[in-house]
């Protein structure tokens, strides 16, 4: 006997639909509703073997509660109603049992029937083999994002293998997000904003659904989930930016910290892409790691090395302001000669002069030609 409730924001498609079930063998209606918000809690509390599921629930898109019951409740088969014929690649995509257009004929419902009990037999000779077999399984494979100036994300120092670079994209958004995990909402303005709805959606449920085989692949088996409306990442991996966060909070960095900073901060947070969802982060980023500099540079550290590569840095992300050209001039003038201090300031004269139309401001001016007079 398959148990089955169904979920539909209208009382008689719910009526029709169950009138139709109560025509077929070993099908039993355990459930109705119309709250989308009640679907969980009756989920749980019966384990059907099938979840009867209207796409449209007002409140809530049924693919996103599809979404949620699949990773809660994967022994629920998800079998989509709807009136309209263009979800059907949507709820495929979400792997979905079946999708019925409405109204629902005792014809299609058998055929239905027919294509879950293969699935069922599949699933009970799976939980026998469990009783007598040790499963073993599969470790995860770590991966390592680089999100500074050309972000991209490796697996085994090779690129990660997706369908496409909106997989890419999509996989990063996550990544970037989970500090604060995102709404559907929100991926879609910030991913596919410039698309009508329907076409934007469709396009999001497939780019998700590439997205998790790509993951599953590397043995997540459940990388991405959806509670509370919201969707987090579940992966093990490492960054360039989780590896300089720490040592931008220090009160001063020691020659090795610098070191690293700049190994790592080879550019702007995703400055290549330029994706409009990074640009406070990136702009964070930036301060914070031009803060902890100068205050390694004002610290009166010697390493020629490391200053080297500050000053490469800075002309690199234009960012010369009066702090930094005052730490910066105090430095070469105490710490090198003559001709390092001469072609710092020229240099830096010439970004302003060309960038930005004026010249270095005359206090710094002094300075610069106090520690040419005493060299």
């Not at 490796?154 to 890419?168: A, I, M, P, Q, S």
């Not at 004269?349 to 005359?362: A, F």
């Amino acid at each position: 006997m398959f148990t089955a409730i169904i979920v539909d924001d209208e009382p008689i498609a719910i009526r029709l639909l169950q009138k139709q079930c109560e025509k077929i063998p070993n099908l039993q209606i355990v459930a109705t509703t119309t709250n989308a918000d009640e679907v969980v809690a009756l989920v749980a509390k019966h384990q059907p073997h099938i979840v009867f599921l209207d796409i449209e629930l007002g409140s809530i898109s049924g693919l996103d509660l599809a979404e949620q019951l699949m990773q809660d409740y994967p022994a629920s088969n998800i079998i989509f109603v709807t009136a309209y014929s263009e979800y059907a690649v949507q709820a495929f995509d979400l792997n979905a049992v079946d999708y019925l257009l409405k109204p629902v004929l005792e014809s299609r419902l058998l055929k239905m029937m027919k294509r879950l009990l293969p699935k069922e037999e599949e699933e009970e000779k799976k939980e026998e083999e469990k009783k007598v077999e040790v499963v073993v399984t599969q470790p995860v494979t770590p991966l390592t994002i680089v999100a500074f100036d050309n972000a991209h994300v490796l697996v085994n120092g090779e690129d990660f293998d997706v369908r496409t670079e909106k997989v890419e994209e999509l996989f990063l958004y996550l990544w970037h997000s989970q500090r604060s995990p995102v709404t559907r909402h929100l991926i879609l303005e910030h991913l596919w904003g410039e698309l009508p709805e329907e076409k934007a959606v469709s396009l999001m449920h497939s780019t998700f659904y590439q997205l998790r085989k790509s993951l599953q692949k590397l043995g997540y088996l459940k990388p991405i989930t959806f509670k509370n409306k919201k969707y987090h990442l579940h992966v093990d991996s490492t960054s360039d930016v989780e590896t300089i966060e720490p040592l931008l909070k220090k009160q001063q960095l020691s020659d090795e910290d610098a070191r690293t900073i700049l190994l790592h901060y080879t550019g702007d947070y995703f400055a290549v892409q330029n994706y409009e969802w990074t640009h406070t982060r990136r702009a964070e980023l930036r301060h914070d790691v031009s803060f902890a500099l100068l205050r390694y540079v004002e610290a009166n550290k010697g390493n020629k090395e490391i200053v080297s590569g500050i000053v490469l840095l800075l002309h690199k992300n234009k960012l010369f302001n009066d702090d930094w050209l005052i730490a910066l001039l105090h430095h070469f003038g105490q710490h090198t000669k003559s001709n390092d201090l001469i072609n710092f300031f020229e240099g830096v004269q010439k970004i302003w002069q060309d960038d930005l139309g004026i010249d270095i401001p005359q206090p710094i001016q002094d300075i610069y030609s106090h520690y040419i007079v005493t060299m």
